[in-house]
T-cell receptor, first 111, second 111 residues
Framework: DAMVIQNPRYQVTQFGKPVTLSCSQT?????MYWYQQKSSQAPKLLFH???????NEADTPDNFQSRRPNTSFCFLDIRSPGLGDAAMYLC??????????FGDGTRLSIL | KQEVTQIPAALSVPEGENLVLNCSFT??????LQWFRQDPGKGLTSLLL?????REQTSGRLNASLDKSSGRSTLYIAASQPGDSATYLC??????????FGKGTRLSVIA
């Protein structure tokens, strides 16, 4: 029944080693979002896709990239993770102006 | 710049009590407001969405109100249960742009 699926649930990577997080959806929503959430903090929007149009938040580090090869899938690439990038990464989807549906997140740890 | 504040940051109540969580936002020009629940280590679950033209929404034991002019929303939980223990996040949509989240209120309901 899961409608927004994030894999893996837990990811461990080494300092500076590229890592990719994935998100898929069965809702056929046209908007997909990536958020970063640190402990006791609000989710922070990194970027979102409106269909194929990519929208980057002004303060998202250059280290973070995203790909959306089709409606169902969206990827978050972190090119050279630093210790400060350890966080929960949340994917969400919606149709324009409609409620967002979130996945369970991927918790990223950096060694 | 829209800012969302949630007070208190944490709340502990005995089972059976009715309670109110507060959310305030700085810019009253919003498209809608959404309340989410987040369990530890999980993603966000949408509870209620209030459009800017609405005053309140109800779902089961939950009732959310919106006063746009004063920049406030409340989430009322009736007859609280231990299963209601979670972090509750408020988010506003400032026009046709992504959500802006508060940091949440961590609720503990004690049996």
């Amino acid at each position: 029944d899961a409608m927004v699926i994030q894999n893996p649930r837990y990811q461990v990577t080494q300092f500076g080693k590229p890592v990719t997080l994935s998100c898929s959806q069965t809702l056929n929503h046209n908007v997909m979002y990536w958020y970063q959430q640190k402990s006791s903090q609000a989710p922070k929007l990194l970027f979102h896709y409106y269909d194929k149009d990519f929208n980057n938040e002004a303060d998202t580090p250059d280290n973070f990239q995203s790909r959306r090869p089709n409606t169902s899938f969206c990827f978050l690439d972190i090119r050279s993770p630093g210790l400060g990038d350890a966080a929960m990464y949340l994917c969400a989807t919606s149709n324009s102006g409609q409620p967002q549906h979130f996945g369970d997140g991927t918790r990223l740890s950096i060694l | 710049k829209q800012e969302v504040t949630q007070i208190p940051a944490a709340l502990s109540v005995p089972e059976g009590e009715n309670l109110v969580l507060n959310c305030s936002f700085t810019d009253s020009a919003i498209y809608n407001l959404q309340w989410f629940r987040q369990d530890p280590g999980k993603g966000l679950t949408s509870l209620l969405l209030i459009q800017s033209s609405q005053r309140e929404q109800t779902s089961g034991r939950l009732n959310a109100s919106l006063d746009k002019s004063s920049g406030r929303s409340t989430l009322y939980i009736a007859a609280s249960q231990p299963g209601d223990s979670a972090t509750y996040l408020c988010a506003v949509r400032p026009g046709n742009t992504p959500l802006v989240f508060g940091k949440g209120t961590r609720l503990s309901v004690i049996a």
